[in-house]
């Protein structure tokens, strides 16, 4: 398949053909694959792997330690752009290994015992769930979920009443689900937990899950009132595997909170018995980093902020909503996504199908898309009746002939 081929855009499009043709050339992988799997890992900009393999060559020459020593201003610079993407301070931001690895930091911080409530969305992460799980087997903590609204995503008014009911330990809001298109109102939570928090002010911590949106879309801390937000660096933000950052809210850092497994990173040995705490959020980080990756981000960051995150999310949803309507008027095609508000996951069943074959006969044709399992969201799979979707994830590098050509391709897999 020639996956180089005139550019076509929607009518509306944000970027012009030289925009996207620029983007594309700057992003080796549009020249191999249609990549619709951005929701997974998005196309590394050229830069971020040179980045990367400079530094590493670098530490080939002269030493791991010496490298990172050598380089301390750029990897010092990643927690800047970090600061400037998220509308927050250097302080405020830790680097970690992954979302996952962010969240687990996060929860472990905050001391649960029996009988705590943890008060969460039917949409979250599944290892968000798995975790919560396992802090109610071992420490005997409650799970409470928000109901959804009719249309999908959070109802607003249950979770309202049940903030009040309940005043859980944690509330935990997952932004845009792994599995669904679903785009949770982040900033309408954001309102109710504030005033919440005013009338009860050391009850509730919020943990915001922002793993698939970083990148796709601007998230500003200072509106979203979180206390953690965990992000992944991989997807949307088309930074390197292995990368993730946490945002610590000032009131957690003050309230002295610190993961449980803080090491010689994220403290100070003093005495035989005793340690202190990094003041910022670098007790939220280990020791050992892979520097590369740390400065492959901090450039990947600058080349998102270069384009603009406003503009970014514009062309997602745009390129989203086509491939949605496209697929909706497909037969035997069954769109999953739904809710208020829907953003660059893009969510598909088709009756008596298998979701491997259809994955597979287009990574022949030089797509990628993924499955998604009942696994994955129990509870979401399970209100839609599905075991099964494929998920299709477009960037703003896509385009139309694209999208047009991944549709086709999955009619003739499913003899449509």
Known sequence: MNTEQKIILPSNSIFTTEEVQQFRNETIGCKNVIHLNNAGAGLMPDIVTQVQLDHI???????????SALRADVISAFYEQAALLFNCKPSNIAFTASATDSYTRALSSIPFKEGDIILTDNDDFVSNQIQFMSLRNRFGVKIVHIKNAGIGGVDLNDLEEKLKKYQPKLLAITHIPTNSGLVQPVKEIALIYDNYSQKYPDNTWYILDACQSAGQMKLDVAQLK????????RKFLRGPRGTGALYISDRALDAGL?????????????EKDAYKQQPDSKRFEDWEFAYSTVIGTKVAIEYCRKIGEDKIEHQVKLLAGILRTKLAATNKIRVLDRGPELGGLVTFTVKDSDPLAIVNGLMKRKINVVPSYRAF????????????????????????????????????????
């Not at 060559?57 to 490298?67: M, P, T, V, W």
């Not at 969201?377 to 991944?406: L, M």
Request: glycine share 8%.
């Open 377 to 416: 969201g129990v509870i979401d799979f399970d209100e839609k009746g599905v075991q099964w979707a494929v998920r299709a994830s477009p960037h703003y590098y896509n385009t139309v002939n694209e999208i047009e050509t991944f549709v086709e391709s999955v009619k003739e897999i499913i003899g449509v």
């Open 57 to 67: 060559q670098l530490e080939a020459e002269i030493g791991g330690y010496e490298a």
């Open 258 to 270: 610190e993961p449980l497994f803080i090491d010689m990173r994220g403290a100070i040995w003093t």
């Open 226 to 233: 979180c206390d953690f937000m965990s992000v992944t660096n």
